[in-house]
């Protein structure tokens, strides 16, 4: 008797989600601010510094109900950064690494709040790949004088391009008409792997950090 009352509020529940569950796609825009981690122990002539780009994408939801969803994000992220050197011999020397990741996050979306203007919260992971990369800024040439250069860099063996971690943040959402959704989103994507392989290059392991500000629209099916 007990497993029947069981199974038939587990029914319930499943009927409830499904006939509130819904379908959304959206478009979402904004800036991202990098900064790269490593241990200077062995270099501390040099400091890294955040870096400024744009953050665009896809949004795909699939919200069971009220208070829940799940979301996957197909967007583009600039995970820039530069590193100068601190020396006085070596003043004006640094490097800006302008930086483009395909990044597919994967979140739980716990939402709270009106019926027209919600908060909520995501957490969940992502992995990502590190397609495009230009570097820039000034180095010395042989008779010692700053020489600026600005190329595409060419990715070699000591390159992880494929980057994996743990994202989350809150967010508003606003109702614009019963199909129609606008979202602020601040989200926070901490990697737990190294862009740089573990070599004499790079002694020990570099990580991107990555706050995400953006806008989105997201529209009901």
């Not at 200077?40 to 665009?56: I, M, P, S």
């Not at 008779?143 to 860099?153: G, I, R, S, V, Y």
Request: net charge positive; with cysteine; glycine share 8%.
């Amino acid at each position: 008797m007990n497993k029947l009352k069981l199974f038939i509020v587990v029914c319930f529940v499943a009927l409830s989600m499904s006939v509130s569950a819904q379908f959304g796609i959206g478009l979402k825009g904004g800036v991202d601010i990098n900064s790269a981690t490593r241990s200077t122990a062995g270099r501390v002539d040099v400091t890294f510094h955040e870096k400024v780009g744009l953050d665009y994408g896809l949004i795909l939801q699939y919200q069971f109900n009220d208070w829940f969803a799940l979301r996957a994000n197909v967007e583009m992220l600039s995970r820039s950064h530069t590193m100068k050197r601190n020396l006085p011999i070596l003043k004006g020397v640094y490097t800006d690494y302008k930086n483009q990741y395909l990044t597919l996050p994967i979140m739980a979306d716990f939402s709270f709040g009106g019926s027209k203007v919600r908060g909520h919260f995501m957490m969940g992971a992502y992995v990502g790949y590190w397609m495009l990369a230009n570097v820039s800024g000034n180095t010395f040439d042989l008779d010692l004088k700053l020489n600026p250069f600005d190329e595409k860099m060419v990715f070699n063996e000591y390159h992880s391009r494929i980057a994996a971690g743990v994202v989350g943040g809150p967010g508003l959402s606003f109702d614009i008409s019963k199909k129609l959704r606008m979202e602020l989103d601040a989200l926070i994507y901490y990697d737990l792997t190294s862009y740089m392989k573990v070599s004499k290059v790079s002694p020990e392991p570099r990580y991107n950090n990555t706050l995400s500000l953006t806008l989105g629209l997201i529209y009901k099916l």
